[in-house]
T-cell receptor
Framework: TQLLEQSPQFLSIQEGENLTVYCNSSSVFSSLQWYRQEPGEGPVLLVTVVTGGEVKKLKRLTFQFGDARKDSSLHITAAQPGDTGLYLCAGLFGNEKLTFGTGTRLTIIP | DTAVSQTPKYLVTQMGNDKSIKCEQNLGHDTMYWYKQDSKKFLKIMFSYNNKELIINETVPNRFSPKSPDKAHLNLHINSLELGDSAVYFC???????????FGPGTRLTVT
């Protein structure tokens, strides 16, 4: 069974600060997705990374896929209260099922 | 228009009852899923259907039975509900297996 560990589990920072969230596995992913989930709603896809070493940017969010395709990071620059939410990484193994990470609950304090 | 919709949004019921949750997607996707999210927010896949055929069936008690009447619908029926079934259940869909998934708003099930 593939396991995706996210760290930190909880993160609370001041508006304007930078932060990084990590997603690690001992298995190689076909691809990796990042989702954000707000209270009372379903997860919403932010990005998909496929190639080892790939970097994608979404405004103030930067996503990186590890060279070996076993890990990924999400960096947020100048965090804003609207960034508050549960961030989930999800790895695709063998093009079948998506395995979700343990989640990072991010709170941005105004 | 809502892409993936679920009904009901909230469901409170007693142990031993049977209940169903419905899901519909209007995205024209071939693949649909059911996930369970526990109190620690861990999201785990339960079932996956592709073109109305079951392709993923995780180790879920056989009290849970999915039904896909057509590509746009995937319903979840639960028999003999137990306290441990309390969770948020999410339906999702994707164009095909392995592509980006779109989630519904979730159904919060509380078993008392």
């Amino acid at each position: 069974t593939q396991l995706l560990e996210q760290s930190p589990q909880f993160l609370s920072i001041q508006e304007g600060e930078n932060l990084t969230v990590y997603c690690n596995s001992s298995s190689v992913f076909s691809s990796l997705q990042w989702y954000r989930q707000e209270p009372g709603e379903g997860p919403v896809l932010l990005v998909t990374v496929v190639t080892g070493g790939e970097v994608k940017k979404l405004k103030r969010l930067t996503f990186q896929f590890g060279d070996a395709r076993k890990d990924s990071s999400l960096h947020i620059t100048a965090a804003q209260p609207g960034d508050t939410g549960l961030y989930l990484c999800a790895g695709l193994f063998g093009n079948e099922k998506l395995t979700f990470g343990t989640g990072t609950r991010l709170t941005i304090i105004p | 228009d809502t892409a993936v919709s679920q009904t009901p949004k909230y469901l409170v019921t007693q142990m031993g009852n049977d209940k169903s949750i419905k899901c519909e997607q209007n995205l024209g996707h071939d693949t649909m899923y059911w996930y369970k999210q526990d109190s620690k927010k861990f999201l785990k896949i339960m079932f996956s259907y592709n073109n109305k055929e079951l392709i993923i069936n995780e180790t879920v008690p056989n009290r849970f039975s999915p039904k896909s009447p057509d590509k746009a619908h995937l319903n979840l029926h639960i028999n003999s509900l137990e306290l441990g079934d309390s969770a948020v259940y999410f339906c999702a869909s994707s164009r095909q297996t392995g592509t980006s998934q779109y989630f519904g708003p979730g159904t919060r099930l509380t078993v008392t």
